[in-house]
């Protein structure tokens, strides 16, 4: 069980990561000044890449309480 665990640590992780990612790309836009219409172009595919990044952390969330679980 301590592999499940570890894993879900490395998902958790991963994802924690991919959330630090979009904060600096989201501080990247909003230092550059864009015109409206070019910022929301590309705060939408942020907020893409955010929703992907907070699934992989609860993902990885879940799987070290079923490792916990099953310990």
């Known amino acids: ?5 570890w894993s879900g640590t490395a998902l958790t992780v991963v994802g924690i990561l991919g959330l630090a ?5 989201v501080l990247g836009i909003k230092r ?7 910022a929301r172009r590309r705060m939408q595919r942020v907020v893409a890449l955010n ?3 907070l699934a992989v952390s ?6 070290v309480l079923v490792g916990v679980i099953l310990a």
């Open 21 to 25: 990612w979009c904060i600096k790309i």
């Open 32 to 38: 550059a000044n864009l015109p409206d219409d070019e």
């Open 1 to 5: 069980m301590h592999m499940v665990v």
């Open 58 to 63: 609860f993902l990885g969330l879940i799987v």
């Open 51 to 53: 929703m992907g990044a």
